[in-house]
């Protein structure tokens, strides 16, 4: 689960020129245009690589960080079933981060390093994640919204120009359909409960809303590095038009689960068959993404930590393997 | 830094009948531990019935800078298909 917004995170710009002469480019674009995917070992602008290694890796980040909120309920889901599921769901989240990180590995950076790019703060990973999950509700309106937005970004990039990344995105869409509805089955669970129980969807729904709205990235207006993505066929459509069919498909799933909309101004314009929305917090956006949401602190720490912890199993695994090698080779 | 562990390209045999095709990569410290992560990563929806993994470092790929080279000798044998050959329409199960 991931959507865009990424791509503001770079602080190199990707768009600067590389060494390469205008006919290569133009040959490149050329492939582009005509449709052709670039594969791993095809020659490719400095500046094309760039660009999908930080999206790719970052996109890894986010699959893997995503596993935290989630998996924080995993010991007190109400019911041995809901375990099981969100367990999967989980194990999911970590299989999506490692199709992508080895599509980012075909461009020539290594795991060590992509993984050292995200513990020194250098990467970024979907401000999403560094909402806290208050309540079972928050489960629900995970998979429903989140996972739903990560939809909306994910399958045109199964159309990426990029083969390996592409690849990896039809695998991952094959499997966020799921995560999508059984959240949105936990959320029909609750509102057909108890007062309660609504009432916990609808806070879920309250605070998971404006974020998931600001996963598809700024306006775009202010959306730095879009055209040319755009132009590579790395990305599809813009943040605002994503965001626009997110929320028109989102809105009457929320009407049949009985729940509102946390935005007075929502309101279906019959003429452009679209919803309009007030304005949304980019503040709060571009603070999240500086490090200052409620749980960054906190979800760079359990990472740091899980890295660190598992430092010793990782080279005793490989020093093991090397002594089996050696012995049979002298057997 | 401490040494990665290194890469193995995973091809996975979906069902009997069909070849294994590409899937992926994974990290293993060795074969058998290449074996069971390709599994848990590639196959957790009963998406295959057989996994080979290999070395990424032992396969041995031409290069896509040469290919047009490469793959020259076949570039002027239209005689090769079928369709080069004309038969009159009279002429039948040929």
Known sequence: MYTQGLDQAGKSDPA???????????????????????????????????????????????????????????????????????????????????????????????????????????????????????????????????????????????????????????????????????????????????????????????????????????????????????AWKIKRFSNDELRQKFIDVTVPQAEFLGLTVPDDELRYNEETEHYEHSDIDWQEFFDVIAGNGPCNKQRMEKRRKAQDDGAWVREAARVYAEKKAAASAAA | MKQEWPLYEVFIRSRSGLSHRHAGSVHAADDEMALTNARDTYTRRKEGVSIWVVRSDKIVASDPEESSAFFEPAEDKIYRHPTFYEIPDEVENL
């Open chain 1, 16 to 230: 600067k020129p590389g060494p390469e002469t205008r006919e290569q480019l133009d040959a490149f674009q050329t492939r582009i245009d005509a449709e052709e995917k670039i594969e791993a070992k095809d020659w490719m602008p400095e500046a094309y690589r760039r660009t999908l290694v930080r999206q790719i890796s970052q996109h890894a980040h986010s699959e893997i960080i995503g596993m935290q909120p989630e998996g924080n309920w995993l010991t007190r889901a109400p019911s041995l079933k809901r375990k099981a599921i969100l367990l999967a769901k989980v194990q999911d989240e970590a299989g999506h981060g490692l199709y992508l990180y080895s599509a980012a590995e075909t461009l020539g950076v290594s795991r060590d390093q992509m993984v050292a790019d995200l513990l020194s703060g250098k990467a970024k990973y979907s401000s999403i994640f560094n909402y806290p999950t208050l309540s079972w509700a928050d489960i629900g309106a995970i998979g429903w919204l989140v996972d739903g937005a990560a939809i909306m970004n994910q399958i045109p990039l199964c159309r990426c120009s990029y083969g390996p990344y592409s690849r990896a995105m039809i695998r991952v869409c094959k499997e966020e359909s799921f995560h999508q509805r059984q959240g949105y089955e936990i959320m029909l669970t609750l509102c057909g409960g108890t007062a309660e129980q609504k009432a916990m969807a609808q806070d879920a729904l309250n605070r998971f809303w404006w974020p998931s709205l600001m996963m598809f990235g700024p306006n775009d207006a202010n959306s730095t590095h879009s055209a040319q993505s755009m």
